[in-house]
C-alpha cells in the first residue's frame, strides 16, 4: 500500500499564494496520472488538477490560470502552487494517483487551505 502525506496549507488572505506537497511512499507519480483533490465543508470532494505520465496537465475551471500542478518523480513529490487565491479556494486538499479516472490509493490526511482576511 502507498502512504501519501499532503503539506503547506495553511491560512492566507484573499490574492495570496501557497504551495502544497504530497510526498508518497513509493514512486507513483511517474508511472500513473496523478492529481489534486478538494474538499470543502459540505460538498463533495473534487478533481482540481491532474498531471500525466507524460506531464499533460489538465484543471478544473475554478482554478484554470491560478493553479500549477507540478511533480518530482526523483523525490516522490507532487506539488500544487495556488496563486491568487480566493476565499471559495477554502479547503481541504488531498493528492491521489489516478487509474480509469478514479483515486486509486486510499487518502492522506490532507492540508487545509484557508483563504480569509
Known amino acids: 500500500q502507498v502512504q501519501l502525506v499532503e503539506s503547506g496549507g495553511g491560512l492566507v488572505q484573499p490574492g495570496g499564494s501557497l504551495r502544497l506537497s504530497c510526498v508518497a511512499s513509493r514512486n507513483i507519480f511517474g508511472l500513473n496520472t496523478a492529481g489534486w483533490y478538494r474538499q470543502a465543508p459540505g460538498k463533495q470532494r473534487e478533481l482540481v488538477a491532474s498531471?500525466?505520465?507524460?506531464?499533460?496537465?489538465n484543471y478544473a475551471d475554478s482554478v484554470k490560470g491560478r493553479f500549477t500542478i507540478s511533480r518530482d518523480n526523483a523525490r516522490n513529490t507532487m506539488y500544487l502552487q495556488m496563486n491568487s487565491l480566493k476565499p471559495e479556494d477554502t479547503a481541504v486538499y488531498y493528492c491521489n494517483a489516478l487509474r480509469s479516472g478514479a483515486p486509486y490509493y486510499s487518502w492522506g490526511q490532507g492540508t487545509q487551505v484557508t483563504v480569509s482576511s
Open positions: 498531471v500525466s505520465s507524460v506531464g499533460y496537465t
